[in-house]
């Protein structure tokens, strides 16, 4: 495997690469593990319905904002919400300091 010149890797990242191309890692999973992670993360991934939802300014700017710190699209993290509680696992934490001055 070989990545542009421009690419510094960390000594840790080029050690993992030597080993990855040496063949030096084994998978754990047997071969229906791997077929039911298989279809888990397809299942998951498809994205085959649209949806429009009215809300307020204010939350869609707090969401977009969270979204940039987090380095995602806004749209890709309200999916991911809605998909955590859907399957029962959105753990509610409590608001920070920064969170509450985000919210004015």
Do not use: C, W
């Not at 890797?9 to 998978?27: C, Q």
């Not at 307020?56 to 309200?78: H, T």
């Not at 859907?86 to 608001?95: F, I």
């Amino acid at each position: 495997m070989s990545f542009p010149k421009k690419t510094k890797l960390t000594l840790a990242e080029k050690r993992l690469l030597a080993a990855y191309e040496k063949n030096e890692f084994k998978s754990l999973a047997d071969p229906e593990e791997k077929k039911n992670l298989l279809l888990a993360a397809r299942a998951t991934t498809l994205k085959d319905q649209r949806i429009n939802i009215r809300m307020s300014s204010e939350d869609l700017q707090n969401i977009r904002d969270i979204a940039r710190e987090e380095g995602l699209p806004y749209q890709s993290l309200i999916s991911s919400v809605l998909h955590k509680y859907a399957t029962g696992r959105l753990v509610e934490r409590k608001r920070t300091v920064r969170d509450n001055k985000r919210s004015r």
